[in-house]
Nanobody, 121 residues
Framework: QVQLVESGGGLVLAGGSLRLSCAAS????????MGWYRQAPGAQRELVAT???????SYADSVKGRFTISRDNAKNTVYLQMNSLRPEDTAVYFC???????????????WGQGTQVTVSS
């Protein structure tokens, strides 16, 4: 069974920082992309940042220069360092994993339960 366990959300003042972590448990033939998405109230879920096993990254324009994604491949863990936070960054942040687990016949997409990030002005 694959599980994604997120941590690090919370309440922070505008201009502050938070670091999110997501650890993937299970056994895998291959992990492709790990990343973060977010969903604000009344809005669609949107990509924040992703990172391939090889280290290629992709960021939403709104977070470029402020957020940094990183991975520890040995621990199957992905991090999101969020600096210069703004009230518009307030959302539930979801960890995402694209991988082929040993229990699966093909690549699948997995989601964490989400962690709330609230930025107050």
């Amino acid at each position: 069974q694959v599980q994604l366990v997120e941590s690090g959300g919370g309440l922070v003042l505008a201009g502050g920082s938070l670091r999110l972590s997501c650890a993937a448990s299970g056994t895998f033939f291959r992990i492709n992309t790990m990343g973060w998405y977010r969903q604000a109230p009344g809005a669609q879920r949107e990509l924040v940042a992703t990172m391939t096993t090889g280290g290629s990254t992709s960021y939403a324009d709104s977070v470029k220069g402020r957020f940094t994604i990183s991975r520890d491949n040995a621990k199957n863990t992905v991090y999101l360092q969020m600096n210069s936070l703004r009230p518009e960054d307030t959302a539930v942040y979801f960890c995402n994993l694209d991988a082929r687990a040993t229990s699966a016949y093909y690549n699948q997409n997995y989601w964490g339960q989400g962690t709330q990030v609230t930025v107050s002005s």
